[in-house]
């Protein structure tokens, strides 16, 4: 398959209300895949809501392995596709920010945010599941979270290891430009576009919307998703409301991405002699966690 279909699926969350987003989850995510989506992509804590108090953290906390993964597995199962989500996970006295990615035939990928944002450190503990990427019948899948895209090593660590689509679950808020437009795309678009330009990998970015209306973080919404090329495929959504787009992503095309000619070859003309970027990922990584090509 060279053409992959990834719904970004924007939604508006409340903190603390586990059940309710999950069943909006599953509706939209259901919706999406009707509608021929191949991925479905949900927000940077879909499932919690973006939660910062510690105590409402535990309280909605779930393992990996906990009901999000039973029914959204579900779906992806009845529907031979993939979804990303993002939830709040419990491992024994921990807490994570995580995103786990599951296929037809179970879990794919479980990533742990790596880069902790404001409040998140005082309620959960730094990802230690390093950076994985895996190959599917969609092409082959990294996934990082909201404030990694700040961090320029991640989405480049990724591409270097063969990815063709970075999915990134988030919750955009303002703080990283002088002014936030009321419309359009916010400064966070314009960074994962130049990123997937410079990296040559595609970029798709689903925000939560509208958490100020329920007592939470004022989210950007804007949502985006963006070819190997940093062309547009989808978005800027709706900066107020929930929303549903579709990008369909030529993954053979992105991968022409790495050779704009001849003599023109971003991959190959990196000076490895004078400068580099390692991969090392944490000793935690194993078989049992994901696959990682």
């Known amino acids: 398959m060279t053409s992959t279909a990834v719904a970004l699926a924007q939604l508006d969350v409340v903190a603390g209300r586990p ?15 009707d509608a021929g989506a191949d991925i479905v992509v949900l927000p940077e804590l879909a499932i919690s809501g973006y939660v910062v108090d510690r105590d409402l953290a535990f309280s909605v906390a779930e393992p990996l392995d906990g009901p999000s993964l039973a029914a959204l597995g579900e779906l992806a199962r009845t529907h031979n596709g993939v979804v990303a989500y993002g939830f709040c996970e419990r491992d024994g006295d921990e807490l994570f920010n995580s995103v786990a990615v599951v296929g037809a035939a179970g879990l794919l990928l479980h990533y742990r945010k790596l880069h902790l944002f404001d409040q998140e450190k005082q309620v959960f503990s730094p990802g230690n599941l390093g950076l994985p990427v895996v190959e599917t019948d969609f092409g082959v899948i990294g996934v990082c979270i909201c404030y990694d895209l700040r961090f320029v090593e991640v989405m480049r660590s990724m591409s270097l290891r063969g990815a063709d689509i970075v999915l990134a679950p988030a919750a955009w808020v303002g703080g990283f430009d002088k002014s ?25 970015a689903v925000s939560q919307v509208a958490g100020a209306a329920h007592g939470g973080p004022a989210t950007l919404g804007g949502s985006a998703a963006f070819d190997a090329f940093g062309t547009p495929l989808a978005g800027p959504l709706s900066r107020t409301a929930p929303e549903t787009a579709i990008a369909h992503i030529d993954i053979t095309t992105g991968r022409n991405a790495q050779v704009r000619s001849a003599t023109i ?21 194993t078989s049992a966690h994901l696959s990682v090509v």
Do not use: W
């Open 265 to 285: 070859r971003p991959r190959q003309d990196r000076r490895t002699d004078v400068y580099s970027l390692t991969y090392q990922p944490p000793t935690s990584v």
């Open 19 to 33: 059940q309710d987003n999950r069943a909006l989850a599953c509706t939209r995510t259901r919706a999406a895949f």
């Open 180 to 204: 936030v437009p009321a419309v359009g795309a916010t400064g966070h678009v314009d960074s994962i576009r130049v990123q997937a330009n410079l990296d040559q990998v595609a970029v798709v």
